[in-house]
């Protein structure tokens, strides 16, 4: 099972994440979507499996973002948005054998196994 954590480094979801799947014998690489993600590649296939919910509307990033960028977080602009403001990805993302998984959520655990 290829397994791919993609978030950010001093995330605490992230973090907690990792601890769990290496906790579950589990070997996930970690990809920090600021400094090592290819973006451009990933963000069609991310948002084409989660759409909107790609986005973090809780962080401090989207409070701080313009009602105009706001308007832009859904349809086409969506992408555009994410590669200027890689913060405003919910994590982390997670590529479980070309799967994609958006969350540390209990769907998400339960998933992975």
């Given at each position: 099972?290829?397994?791919?954590?993609?978030?950010?480094?001093?995330?605490?979801?992230?973090?907690?994440?990792?601890?769990?799947?290496?906790?579950?014998?589990?070997?996930?690489?970690?990809?920090?979507?600021?400094?090592?993600?290819?973006?451009?590649?990933?963000?069609?296939?991310?948002?084409?499996?989660?759409?909107?919910?790609?986005?973090?509307?809780?962080?401090?990033?989207?409070r701080g973002l313009?009602?105009?960028?706001?308007?832009?977080?859904?349809?086409?602009?969506?992408?555009?948005l994410l590669l200027?403001?890689?913060?405003?990805?919910?994590?982390?993302?997670?590529?479980?054998?070309?799967?994609?998984?958006?969350?540390?959520t209990p769907q998400?655990?339960?998933?992975?196994?």
């Amino acid at each position: 099972m290829t397994l791919k954590l993609f978030g950010l480094k001093n995330c605490d979801t992230c973090k907690k994440a990792m601890s769990e799947l290496e906790g579950g014998g589990q070997s996930p690489e970690f990809v920090d979507i600021r400094a090592d993600a290819d973006l451009k590649t990933l963000l069609p296939r991310w948002l084409a499996a989660a759409g909107d919910k790609l986005v973090n509307r809780s962080s401090t990033t989207w409070r701080g973002l313009s009602e105009e960028d706001k308007a832009r977080a859904s349809g086409s602009s969506l992408e555009g948005l994410l590669l200027g403001n890689p913060t405003l990805i919910k994590r982390p993302v997670i590529e479980l054998d070309g799967e994609v998984l958006v969350g540390w959520t209990p769907q998400t655990r339960a998933r992975i196994g």
